[in-house]
């Protein structure tokens, strides 16, 4: 799964339950389970560099529209967002990547080259983005 997808999910899990320690625990959990979806990586560097760097862009413009939202960034959306994305970042780093947990965790996620494990990713982040657009416009 990419960034995006796993902020999104950080988000909704903070709106959810508006407990900063729940949300980032669930945010953790959740984000092993995601991983288990095929989901697309591009076999050569230069394309995974691009890919990336789209989304970088795509995660920053969703913090973005949190933080200059009406509600803003509240304690438990941080703290999805942190615990969505700090299974990648402590285990998917040069410091970790190569170890005992960070092997386990990258050698069960499948990983696919072809454009059509775009599908996942994409069609997660569009129910994620609805979900927190009318979430938020019940509340």
Not at 13 to 26: K, Q
Not at 82 to 88: E, H, R
């Amino acid at each position: 799964m990419t960034f995006l997808v796993h902020t999104l999910t950080g988000v909704a899990l903070g709106e959810i339950t508006n407990e900063p320690i729940v949300a980032f625990g669930l945010g953790a959990g959740i984000h092993l389970i995601m991983d288990k979806i095929p989901h697309y990586w591009p076999d050569k560097l230069p394309v995974q560099l691009f890919y990336q760097a789209i989304d970088v862009i795509l995660t920053l413009a969703v913090i973005y529209f949190v933080v200059t939202s009406k509600a803003g960034m509240t304690p438990a959306i941080l703290f999805g967002i942190l615990g969505s994305l700090s299974v990648d970042f402590i285990l998917v780093n040069p410091w970790t990547f190569r170890t005992k947990f960070g092997t386990w965790h990258h050698d069960r996620q499948p990983h696919k080259p072809g454009y059509l494990y775009l599908l996942p990713d994409t069609l997660i982040s569009l129910a994620l983005i609805s979900f927190i657009l009318v979430y938020g416009a019940m509340r």
